[in-house]
């Protein structure tokens, strides 16, 4: 079993920055951001693969990095020039693939599920 714990999740206003964090009990090859908002379907922000590749959604692209620390089992999300749009529970997941299937990534990409870090974003 694999268990991740995300960090980091904070009230900011607009135009701020955070930096989550997801620490995962083991390796995993592809990881992901997701959020979602209140009464929103979960939807994808970013992933990354083995290989370091990463995908953003568009919505995020220029503003979000993902980045992952193989030493620490530490998968990261910052968060630059934030908008109001991008509060919600954010979620790290993880999965054996080695490489995304689909931009941005899809729910049904992961098996396993961090319990999320709020993010509000106050205007």
């Known amino acids: 079993q694999v268990r991740l714990v995300e960090s980091g999740g904070d009230s900011v206003q607009a135009g701020g920055s955070l930096r989550l964090s997801c620490v995962v009990s083991r390796y995993i090859n592809y990881m992901g951001w997701f959020r979602q908002a209140p009464g929103k379907e979960r939807e994808g922000v970013a992933d990354?693969?083995?290989?370091?590749?990463?995908n953003y959604a568009d919505s995020v692209k220029g503003r979000f990095t993902i980045s992952r620390d193989n030493a620490k089992n530490t998968l990261y999300l910052q968060m630059d020039s934030l908008k109001p749009e991008d509060s919600g529970m954010y979620f790290c997941a993880g999965d054996w693939r080695l490489r995304a299937v689909q931009t941005p990534p899809a729910q049904t990409d992961f098996r396993y599920w961090g319990q999320g870090t709020q993010v509000t974003v106050s205007s």
């Open positions: 990354i693969d083995t290989f370091s590749d990463t």
